[in-house]
């Protein structure tokens, strides 16, 4: 069994940031790809960031590329997601997810543990 744990959202203006952490525990963090989802109200849970097993490899969402930022501490047993240049849209509740399989992807299929989620506000 996994847990994760996610912590740092919060109500932010248009234009600011937030940094997003997850913490994992329960089996060795480092094996498996890990991904950041979101989900706004009324609409379906949505791929945002992901990074592999070794974190040489991420993969973003065109909605965010250029704006997030996934990391990953694996001493830590945490990924984070840095979010710049906030945007009314980017409100959601924000689920981190692992894997066990070590490359990316964006579906949520491909992850086997989720996070409870952390709110993410932007105000314009």
């Known amino acids: 069994q996994v847990q994760l744990v996610e912590s740092g959202g919060g109500l932010v203006q248009a234009g600011g940031s937030l940094r997003l952490a997850c913490a994992a525990s329960g089996r060795t963090f480092s094996a498996g790809a890990m991904g950041w989802f979101r989900q706004a109200p009324g609409k379906e849970r949505e791929f945002a960031a992901a990074i592999s097993w070794s974190g040489d490899t991420t993969r973003y969402a065109d909605s965010v590329k250029g704006r997030f930022t996934i990391s990953r501490d694996n001493a830590k047993n945490t990924v984070y997601l840095q979010m710049n240049s906030l945007k009314p849209e980017d409100t959601a509740l924000y689920y981190c997810?692992?894997?066990?399989?070590?490359?990316?992807?964006?579906?949520?299929?491909?992850?086997?543990?989720w996070g409870q989620g952390t709110e993410v506000t932007v105000s314009s």
């Open positions: 997810a692992a894997s066990g399989m070590r490359m990316v992807s964006p579906a949520p299929g491909w992850y086997e543990y």
